[in-house]
C-alpha cells in the first residue's frame, strides 16, 4: 500500500504536466482569445500590422495598425501533412514489423531492428535537410509531373505541380520519421505474443501469412493504435522538417496535393522573431493561442482513438482479440 501512494503522486506528474502547459498557454494567451474570436481558426488573415504605426485600440486590446490574425491555413496544412504521413506510415511501419519480428532470423533481426530504432533517433533537422537536398529535387523532376499526369483524373492531384516543396514533400518526410516508431514499437509487440498462439493457427492449418493476419495481429491491435497515436503525435508537432520541405506559405490553403503548406509547429518557429518586434505583444500572445489550438487538437485526436477503441468493443471486452 505504502509503494501505491509513493508512485501515484510520481504517476499524475505526466497528465498534471499537460494540464499546466495548457493552462499556461491559456492564461497568457487570453487576451489573444477575447480579441481574435473564432475568426482566429475560420480565416486566413494573418498580418503582424504596421510595426512603425501607433498602437491602437480595438475590442479592448492594444494592437498595431492593420493586425489580424487569422490561422485556417495553418490548420489545413497541419491536418493534411498528419493524415498523408500517417496513411503512408501506418502500412509501412506495420509491414517493417511483421517482416522483422517473422521474416528473418533472429540474430539478423537485433541488427535490423537496431538501425530502425536508429533512424528514430535522427533528429528532425537532419530530415529536413535531407529532404531538401534529395527530396525535393526527386519528387519535383519526377514523381510530381507523373502523378499530374496520370493522377489528374482525382482533383487534388491535378494541377500545376509547383517547386517541389508543398504539402506531399512535408508528408513523405514526415512519413519517413514516423515509420521507425511504429515499426519498433509493433515488431517488440509482435515478437512477444505467446508461442501457443502460432502454435495453434499453424497446427489447424493456418499458413504463415494467416497466422500472423487472423491471429497474431489482432492480438496487437491496442498497441496498433498506441503506436498510431505517438506518430500521429510527433507529425502533427514536428517543427524543422515541415520548415524546410512545406513551402512556408501564408494565408493560402492548398488547391492541390503540390501546394505549398506552412503547419501551426513551423510557424511559430518560423514567426517568433518577427511577432516579438509588436510592442502591444498581440503577436506573441497569438502565437500562444496557436499552440493552444495544436495542444487541443492533439488532445482531442488522443480522445478519438480512445473512443475508436470503445465503440469497437476492446474496452468492454477488457482487451485482446477482434471484438
Known amino acids: 500500500m505504502s509503494f501505491k501512494r509513493l508512485i501515484a503522486p510520481i504517476a499524475s506528474l505526466v497528465g498534471g504536466a499537460l494540464l499546466v502547459i495548457i493552462a499556461f498557454l491559456g492564461i497568457y494567451a487570453w487576451p489573444a482569445v477575447k480579441f481574435n474570436g473564432l475568426g482566429f481558426v475560420t480565416k486566413d488573415n494573418w498580418n503582424l500590422g504596421s510595426l512603425y504605426g501607433n498602437p491602437i485600440m480595438r475590442h479592448g486590446q492594444l494592437i498595431l495598425p492593420g493586425a489580424a490574425y487569422g490561422i485556417l491555413f ?60 534529395a527530396v525535393i529535387p526527386l519528387l519535383n523532376h519526377t514523381m510530381f509531373p507523373w502523378m499530374a499526369k496520370h493522377l489528374a483524373f482525382i482533383p487534388f492531384f491535378a494541377g500545376a505541380t509547383g517547386s517541389g516543396y508543398g504539402l506531399l514533400t512535408s508528408g513523405f518526410v514526415l512519413t519517413l520519421m514516423i515509420v521507425p516508431l511504429i515499426t519498433a514499437t509493433m515488431r517488440d509487440a509482435l515478437v512477444n505474443q505467446p508461442r501457443g498462439l502460432r502454435e495453434a493457427a499453424l497446427a489447424l492449418g493456418a499458413t504463415r501469412f494467416e497466422t500472423m493476419w487472423s491471429v497474431i495481429l489482432p492480438s496487437t491491435r491496442r498497441v496498433l493504435i498506441a503506436s498510431g497515436i505517438l506518430a500521429t503525435g510527433r507529425a502533427l508537432g514536428e517543427t524543422m522538417a515541415v520548415l524546410m520541405v512545406g513551402g512556408g506559405a501564408l494565408n493560402y490553403l492548398p488547391q492541390n496535393i503540390y501546394a505549398p503548406i506552412t503547419t501551426m509547429a513551423a510557424f511559430i518557429v518560423s514567426q517568433l522573431d518577427s511577432a516579438m518586434e509588436d510592442p502591444t505583444g498581440m503577436a506573441v500572445r497569438s502565437l500562444a493561442e496557436v499552440a493552444l489550438v495544436l495542444c487541443v487538437i492533439s488532445v482531442i485526436v488522443n480522445g478519438a482513438a480512445r473512443l475508436l477503441l470503445y465503440f469497437s468493443g476492446y474496452e468492454r471486452m477488457g482487451g485482446g482479440g477482434w471484438a
Open 74 to 133: 495553418l490548420i489545413v496544412g497541419t491536418l493534411l501533412s498528419t493524415l498523408i504521413a500517417v496513411l503512408l506510415a501506418v502500412p509501412l511501419g506495420v509491414g517493417s514489423a511483421i517482416f522483422l519480428a517473422d521474416g528473418v532470423p533472429p540474430a539478423l533481426r537485433t541488427w535490423l531492428s537496431f538501425f530502425v530504432e536508429m533512424l528514430a533517433a535522427v533528429p528532425s533537422v537532419v530530415f529536413g535537410l535531407w529532404g531538401y537536398a
